[in-house]
């Protein structure tokens, strides 16, 4: 981040400009009696979106990455196990760019001058369970990219589909608390946003949270090992 700094910065400046677009079109075309609930949802769901884009799409990006410099065989040659290897990856990636997302959250409720109940004894606990299963994701899009290697057009749509869904509460569409990390982030707009503690939520809804995380976790682990199975059977490891 520092040795390519006009890149970080860009990066920056481009998610605080889309927060801009959202921000503008709520207060130009919307309704002026929920504005200010409406402007701390597209805060919240904006940030939580980057924080899914950035652990999901950035692994994906680095084994094309790895496949198109010829070292993702290195890679895989390491002493260890190469689901280990992308696990650290992310949680690296994750820490790395929680400094990203507190500049633009922070700049995002300066700017809407909308500032979120951030109790983090609860935000944090209801965040961790979370992202487990978001590594899921990135274990399954990483597989897939070992195999198709080039898959710059899915990874751009997938952003998209992560901002469908980061962009609609569960309270409209209640089927999606079943998809991937749709209930921990509707908690994480009642703690933000409504002020509750993580004592106020029912305990049924954290069980589910914990087994949902876990459950979309191994499939996506599952998934990858599929996919590295049929990488290691067609060799394609080895070549680009």
């Known amino acids: ?84 290897v992308l696990l650290s990856r992310m949680i690296s990636t994750l820490l790395i760019n929680i400094v990203t997302i507190t500049l633009l959250l922070f700049a995002a409720m300066f700017t809407s001058q909308q500032w979120l109940n951030m109790d983090l004894l609860s935000i944090l606990p209801i965040l961790g369970i979370t992202l487990f299963g978001v590594f899921g994701l990135g274990y399954a899009i990483a597989g897939i990219t070992m195999i198709l290697k080039q898959v710059d057009y899915i990874l751009q749509l997938f952003q998209f589909v992560i901002m469908g869904l980061t962009f609609v509460p569960i309270t409209v569409v209640p089927i999606l608390k079943f998809g991937p990390f749709m209930l921990g982030l509707q908690l994480i707009r009642e703690i933000a946003i409504r002020g509750i503690a993580i004592t106020d939520i029912p305990i049924g809804d954290l069980i589910f949270l914990i087994i949902n995380s876990f459950l979309y976790f191994i499939i996506g682990l599952l998934c990858f090992k599929k996919c590295e199975q049929i990488a290691k059977r067609k060799g394609l490891f080895g070549h680009y």
């Open 1 to 84: 981040m520092f040795r390519y700094l006009p890149n970080t910065i860009s990066e920056l400046v481009i998610f605080y400009i889309i927060f801009l677009g959202f921000f503008l079109g709520i207060t130009l075309v919307g309704d002026q009696q929920t504005i200010d609930y409406n402007i701390q949802m597209v805060i919240l769901n904006y940030v939580f979106w980057f924080l899914i884009l950035s652990i999901t799409q950035g692994i994906g990006w680095e084994i094309s990455n790895e496949a198109g410099q010829g070292t993702l065989e290195q890679l895989y040659m390491t002493p260890y196990k190469l689901w280990y």
